[in-house]
């Protein structure tokens, strides 16, 4: 009998002991709730409520209130900014906190990993966003109205098929068959400056230098756009045979335009030389 009296008081001492042993590891950790959260008024001064593990909320003077996340990086404290109460709720906060401390147990800054996926989402645009980027960097830099009314043309094909698409995800198959309609409208010049603007969209928007750009020339792939020679006139009688042989089917426009710059003419002479006249009259005594 004594012996079970003495081993009923060890067990109930071991289990005593457990208890404590996991308070105090449980200890200043999930210390706010809800209701607490709701309950901070603001002062005249910023303060902070710890909710354990690094995590406390920010109540600021005009009523705002920031979850936020205190650690060490490479010995340095830091800041990791998780969220606006309410829209970050506690429940949430406490999940980023503990996603933020397994990141510091692999050797990784919850802030600077943050702040790559920011970048990464922002990067991650369809073609059409980028193209609407690219035509408002050509406009700023000065090019005239005739040259951004070609450009904007032209982004407009490769947008009807391609607007809603990721970059990454445009091959180059996909591309040599857009381009090989514009082949059978004997389209061969528009062809050229489509794809020559798809190249110029690819490198603006390659801002992860992965230097993948499905709309670099292609070589023997698509037709030559060969140009016909067309030499420059350089002699003023084959200027007017030119002239001549252009107006020889409009000879009706022709004397009309004649009759028309002859009174023109007649005109201007009478007009000069009444200013002349004028002037000489100043001179008159």
Not at 81 to 94: F, H, K, M, N, T
Not at 100 to 109: S, V, W
Not at 158 to 166: H, I, R
Not at 215 to 225: A, E
Request: proline share 4%.
């Amino acid at each position: 009998m004594a012996r079970r009296v003495v081993a009923n008081v060890c067990v109930g001492k071991i289990r005593c002991y457990s208890w404590q042993i996991a308070r105090e590891k449980t200890k200043g950790t999930d210390t706010l709730s809800d209701k607490a959260v709701k309950s901070f008024k603001p002062k005249d001064a910023p303060y902070k409520k710890s909710d354990g593990k690094g995590l406390y909320l920010l109540v600021q003077p005009a009523g705002g209130k920031l979850w936020q996340m205190a650690y060490r990086f490479l010995g340095k404290q830091k800041t990791f900014s998780i969220g606006v109460y309410p829209e970050v709720s506690l429940a949430e906060a406490r999940e980023s906190r503990d996603a933020a401390r397994k990141l510091l147990a692999k050797g990784i800054d919850p802030h600077a990993n943050m702040q790559e996926e920011k970048r990464q989402r922002e990067a991650a645009k369809p073609f059409g966003t980028w193209a609407n980027e690219w035509l408002a960097k050509e406009r700023a830099d000065g090019l005239d109205g005739k040259t951004m009314t070609g450009k904007t043309r032209y982004v407009g094909y490769l947008k009807e098929e391609f607007g809603n698409v990721m970059i990454a995800a445009i091959s180059r198959a996909a591309v040599l068959s857009f381009l090989r309609k514009f082949e059978q409208d004997e389209k061969l010049e528009t062809r050229d400056r489509v794809r020559s603007a798809g190249e110029q969209i690819c490198l603006y928007a390659n801002v992860e230098e992965s230097g993948y750009n499905p709309f670099r020339p292609f070589g023997k792939q698509l037709l030559k756009n060969e140009s016909t020679p067309r030499p420059a006139l350089t002699r003023s009688a084959d200027v007017a045979d030119l002239f001549k042989k252009m107006a020889a089917p409009f000879p009706r426009a022709v004397r009309r335009r004649g009759r028309t710059c002859a009174a023109l003419h007649l005109a201007h002479r009478r007009q000069a030389r009444r200013d002349r006249d004028r002037r000489m009259d100043r001179f008159r005594f």
